[in-house]
């Protein structure tokens, strides 16, 4: 049949590889590049502040990877628009902000 396309096969979506750093200055911080020791996409004010970078691991972050902490859609966003991720330490819960069914 003219105009069709036989055996397209469906698209598949891109693959993406990241490198990890842990910041020496800021505990419980990292930095996700794009390219590895590509630390010129880090803008200078934020590297000052992140001090030594040492690399930890690299990562494939495939369609339906997880991570531990960090939305790996976010990672994949932030890593082809700008080039890299930060991830912060998680935030620490204050138990005493529970609601322990002990108000009257």
Known sequence: M???????RPRRAARMHAYVYRSLKKADTYVYLAGRDDFTRLPEPLRSQLGTLT?????????GRTLA???????????ST????????????????????TDA
């Not at 690399?55 to 369609?63: G, K």
């Not at 902490?69 to 890593?79: A, C, S, T």
């Not at 890299?84 to 998680?90: E, V």
């Open 2 to 8: 003219a105009g069709q396309v036989c055996c397209a």
């Open 55 to 63: 690399f930890v691991l690299d990562v494939d972050l495939a369609p």
């Open 69 to 79: 902490r960090e939305n790996p859609e976010v990672v994949r966003g932030n890593l």
């Open 82 to 101: 700008r080039g890299f991720h930060l991830q912060f330490p998680p935030t620490q819960h204050d138990p005493m902000s529970d609601d322990w069914g």
